[in-house]
């Protein structure tokens, strides 16, 4: 398997096996971001797919410094706008999770705020001062969407725990945005 910087560099080439490197390395990872979105297989892989063609688009002229972030990110991007499409009924772990941030930034549309600028480098500054677990369980939350489930057993804890947790983190995230005159 090629590490990152050679498999960036086949697309600075316009070589289509970085496609294939690509989803060697990286397809499971970006099958779960998908699928935590949207709760659909079939759906899922046709993001993952998408995401490769918008990579090979995209870059160059973009050159990613972490390549799973930007893999990551465009991922979620695909998957948010085909769950914006489809309007959903059934309840996913991307639902679940936009209701809990609800608390802290009011009603909405909230993935439309979550990505305005102002928010997002607010969410930044909050997590700054956060301890570092704290930071991977709010970012595998809302960020990869996953489940309260599954972060509780990345992290060894109980799911109880990791709800009290990110409970306790949506209050301070309020207070914080009051503080910093953003919260809506």
């Not at 699928?35 to 993001?47: G, K, R, T």
């Not at 009924?89 to 979550?114: F, M, N, Q, W």
């Amino acid at each position: 398997m090629l590490d990152d910087n050679k498999i960036i560099e086949l697309y600075i080439q316009r070589d289509e096996s970085a496609i294939s490197e690509t989803a060697e390395k990286y397809g499971a990872y970006c099958q779960k971001i998908a699928y935590n979105i949207l709760a659909d297989s079939f759906d899922s892989e046709e993001c993952v797919n998408d995401t490769y063609m918008r990579t090979w688009n995209s870059v160059p002229p973009t050159i990613p410094r972490i390549l799973s972030a930007f893999l990551a990110k465009i991922t979620r991007n695909i998957a948010i706008d085909k769950y914006k499409l489809k309007n959903a009924a059934k309840r996913s772990a991307y639902t679940e999770s936009l209701e809990e941030l609800c608390e802290c930034v009011g009603e909405g549309d909230i993935s439309d705020k979550i990505e305005a600028s102002a928010i997002g480098s607010a969410i930044s500054r909050f997590l700054l001062n956060e301890s570092e677990i704290c930071r991977r369980v709010f970012v595998r939350r809302y960020f990869f969407e996953d489940s309260i489930s599954e972060i509780a057993r990345a992290h060894f804890m109980s799911e109880g725990y990791v709800k009290t947790m990110l409970h306790r983190m949506r209050k301070r995230l309020a207070e914080f945005l009051k503080k910093e005159d953003i919260y809506v």
